[in-house]
């Protein structure tokens, strides 16, 4: 996707995310809905396209868009259904933009609604339960444990900079309105040292806590969203992805992502450079993903992701502001409708709207995905997007 200014998001929306709520993903999909409806002003009929992400709380129904579209009462033109996962809400974004591009639909939803904490019902499937899940892999802290630990043998790891990235988020998640409950109190580096090692060298603390919710965006192009009457728009100027890096390798460096190949890809077709960056909302399922995106996005040198956390101010008036709602981390993560959680900040804080985590600057934003953890291999799927105003 070459740089163009002609496609806009122009609305976004978010519920707050819940742990066992006892509700469904059509339920969170529905106030996400209309919450976007209120606060953009137009009619549900002027949306003729939807891009929804695979839940984990209904894998099993091969035909959850089209019963999604049924109980929102939409009549999309152009339906897309995504199974990356994390990458689900800015690859629904880009995905939106071409569709729009090729006259296939003029105002697409891009919804992520999940509700895994009340029902899980996924099923890996592949080969994990023949060779993973008898030798006790069972999800992804015993994969991520792994990934620190190489991590660790390669470059080093100073435990100080995880906990680090840890209390910068839960200080922005105490302004999220939005967040988990349950983290709406401050944490301290000996809080984080004090924290249990679950998959050694991880801490509990280093990881995200399941919950439900459900966030959406308006995408249309510019010239659509003037004639609607919406004044407020972000421009998605780069997108990138990838998936199943270095497929071919029996046994790849599980310290490479994705997002080394994509980076010079958005920044090819943004114009910009790391020290362009404004903000970063990396997608955050451990606190390792997000230092180690540091390194692969260019502000820092490889191995030198520790040294770049513990010098850098990443708070909402820093030098790099981190996830400034809180990120998964401190707000909960809401299933595979997670992407969409660092997505929606992205576009509130450019749209003015961050109350008392706005930042300073925010003309544009870096926002990356991530879809599932293989043991022992590359992420299955890195996606980032850049946005300007």
């Known amino acids: ?75 999309p033109k152009w339906l897309n259904y995504s199974g990356t996962g994390g990458c689900s809400a800015t690859g629904g974004i880009a995905r939106a933009a071409s569709a729009i591009r090729d006259g296939l639909c003029e105002t697409v939803v891009v919804l992520c609604a999940d509700a895994p904490s009340t029902a899980w019902r996924a099923n890996y499937g592949a080969y994990r339960g023949e060779f993973q899940e008898p030798v006790g892999v069972q999800g992804p802290p015993a994969s991520f444990g792994l990934l620190m630990s190489r991590y660790h043998h390669q470059y080093g790891i100073k435990p100080e900079a995880l906990g680090k990235i840890a209390v910068t988020q839960r200080e922005h998640a105490l302004h999220n309105e939005n967040a988990l409950a349950k983290f709406k109190t401050p944490l301290t580096m000996e809080d984080y040292f004090n924290s249990r090692v679950i998959a050694d060298p991880l801490r ?78 990396p997608y955050d399922d451990f606190t390792i993903a997000v230092m180690m995106q540091f390194e692969d996005f260019g502000f820092c040198e490889r191995g030198q992701g520790s040294d770049f956390t513990l010098a850098t101010d990443l708070s909402r008036t820093g030098t790099l502001p981190l996830n400034t709602g809180g990120g998964q981390i401190s707000a909960g993560q809401p299933g595979l409708a997670s992407g969409g959680l660092n997505l929606a900040e992205a576009v509130r804080q450019m749209f003015g709207e961050g109350g008392g985590r706005q930042v300073k600057d925010a003309r544009n934003a870096l926002v990356t995905g991530i879809g599932v953890i293989p043991f022992a291999r590359n992420w299955g799927t890195s996606a980032a997007l850049i946005l300007e105003t």
């Open 204 to 281: 509990l603390l280093d990881c995200v806590m399941f919950c439900d919710g459900a966030n959406a965006f308006l995408v249309t192009s510019e010239k659509r969203a003037r004639a609607l009457g919406l004044s407020k728009m972000v421009y998605p100027t780069a997108y990138a992805e990838i998936t199943n890096l270095h497929g071919d390798r029996s046994c790849p460096d599980i310290t490479e992502t994705g997002f080394s190949v994509i980076a010079p890809l958005i920044y090819k077709q943004s114009g910009l450079s790391a020290r362009d960056i404004r903000m970063f909302q």
């Open 1 to 75: 996707m070459a740089k163009k200014r002609d496609i806009v998001i122009a609305g976004y929306s978010e519920t707050p995310v819940e742990f066992k709520s006892g509700r469904s993903a059509y339920d969170f999909g529905g106030e996400a809905l209309a919450k976007l409806l209120q606060s953009t002003g137009i009619p549900k009929s002027e949306i003729d396209g939807m891009a929804v992400a695979a839940p984990l709380s209904e894998c099993p129904n091969p035909f959850f868009p089209v019963y999604m579209a049924e109980a929102l009462g939409l009549s």
